[in-house]
């Protein structure tokens, strides 16, 4: 039985309070105030963590740097769910060797899901002894103690709790300058997709209170934040293990009230928990954006129960009809695994003819990458890696037409977007996205600023974004 999450405010720990004085003078008395520099990889959520982790050092009087020869502190917060998402942090890590040795003072740590692996945590210690600092997902908020035993101690210093953790509110958030932000409402999963390394990184689901959420929220937007993405494992479960009668439906009403704020978007949800409560919650709230990341991972029902993913092919399609009839002009995007263990041709098309019945503005897929500890990583697999790829690049043919088709219709359309900044691509050229997510390049205007709303009529259309001009 799940044993309910404490709700602990960071401002009354005593502990980690004295241990951020401590780490402060100890930098003060070398006269140089010090500076990090974080990786991030991985989800939304490590992304939010990592805001926290900077928060943390900045009450410590930490700067920021993205250059490791700038930093004195490099930490790598990291993702499990892909083994290629694990060999690039060890290769970035393995690669800081020779700094170290040139900078024998500078502290090197890792952090996130991959160290709530204990294999993973062994080869830290075996092979990378440069590494100053492990913690996990459970004892973020302990990074002052961690830090100050790692820079009076000549040892590596490891803290990784195996327990599910607490809800740690009011750990200081540095957030970039931005009209928009990610806010947690709660953490873990208890869904057990075989598959799946979350559970066992992330923990059981431990929703933070509803009062917390807005009031974070209120403050988000008093800011200039106008744009909020709520974030969970499974959203859809928010409310489940709190004491007050909230669901998720509820706890997007209350969002919607919050004055100032203009768009509502969340990530991300299981369909086995879609309700039609949730949907007609979405359909009435306006704020809440024209968009629903739903993942549907396979289209075979054999490999959907080998998956435990706890729904059908017909649901999964019966479920898009009802949030379609309610929504027509609803944005969808999945998440699609390709080569799970022994899928076979007829399975993978399966997964075809729900990309082709659905038709989603965009997916994000992914060959099957075995994690260790998983049910699905002792499951036999007689399908080639040749095979896998090859379907993998049919999915990627049939779903990249598809997102061309839907791109066209918004030609010579008015839409509305938020002004984001300068393109990733082009930094000559602004960047939004629409309220279904659509990205939206166009020319800079004397009186536009970032966080402004435009109207943009679209003048040319790419598989991926589109283009425009203000008017």
Request: net charge neutral; hydrophobic share 35%; proline share 3%.
């Amino acid at each position: 039985m799940q044993t309910k999450a404490q709700h602990i405010s960071y401002n009354d720990n005593n502990e980690q309070i004295k241990y951020i004085k401590r780490v402060t003078d100890f930098f003060a008395s070398s006269g140089k105030a010090p500076i990090a520099n974080i990786h991030t990889f991985g989800c939304q959520q490590n992304e939010n963590d990592t805001e926290r982790i900077k928060g943390i050092l900045k009450q410590m009087g930490f700067g920021f740097t993205s250059e490791d020869e700038e930093a004195d502190f490099i930490l790598f917060n990291t993702c499990a769910v892909r083994e290629g998402a694990e060999d690039r942090v060890l290769g970035n890590l393995g690669a800081l060797k020779h700094l170290k040795l040139r900078k024998p003072n500078v502290l090197i740590g890792i952090c996130g899901c991959m160290m709530q692996q204990e294999h993973m945590v062994k080869r830290i210690k075996s092979k990378y002894r440069h590494v100053s600092i492990v913690f996990g997902t459970h004892t973020l908020f302990k990074l002052p103690q961690i830090l100050f035993e790692a820079i009076t101690r000549d040892k590596t210093v490891i803290n990784v709790c195996d327990a599910h953790g607490d809800i740690i509110e009011d750990i200081p958030i540095l957030r970039e300058s931005s009209p928009k932000a990610w806010v947690s409402i709660m953490y873990g999963c208890n869904n057990f997709c075989s598959y799946c390394i979350v559970p066992y990184t992330r923990g059981r689901e431990r929703s933070r209170k509803a009062d917390d959420i807005i009031a974070e929220i209120k403050k988000l937007v008093a800011e200039g934040v106008t744009e909020v993405t709520l974030l969970g494992q499974n959203v859809n479960s928010y409310g489940k293990d709190l004491d007050e009668n909230i669901d998720f439906a509820e706890l997007l009403r209350r969002v919607n009230e919050i004055d100032g704020l203009k768009r509502i978007r969340f990530m991300t949800s299981h369909p086995k928990d879609m309700t039609d409560r949730l949907i007609d919650a979405m359909a009435e709230c306006d704020k809440v954006c024209n968009q629903l990341h739903l993942p549907f991972q396979a289209g075979s029902n054999r490999i959907l129960k080998l998956m435990n993913r706890r729904y059908t092919k017909e649901d999964y399609l019966a479920l898009v009809g009802k949030i379609k009839a309610k929504m027509p002009d609803i944005s969808l995007s999945s998440d699609v695994i390709v080569g799970f263990p022994n899928e076979t041709k007829e399975d993978f098309l399966e997964t075809i003819d729900v990309l082709e019945k659905v038709r989603f503005d965009t997916i994000f897929s992914f060959i099957y990458s075995k994690r260790s500890g998983t049910p699905a990583a002792i499951m036999e697999d007689s399908i080639s890696d040749k095979e896998k790829h090859e379907n993998f690049d049919r999915l990627l043919e049939v779903q990249n037409r598809i997102s061309r088709e839907i791109n066209e219709t918004y030609g010579g359309k008015t839409v509305e977007v938020l002004v984001e900044g300068p393109s990733k691509n082009n930094p000559e050229i602004y960047s939004g996205r629409t309220d279904t997510g659509k990205t939206v390049n166009f020319p800079f205007h004397d009186e536009t600023k970032i966080g402004d709303y435009v109207n943009i009529k679209i003048t040319k259309v790419n598989t991926w974004s589109l283009d425009g001009e203000i008017i």
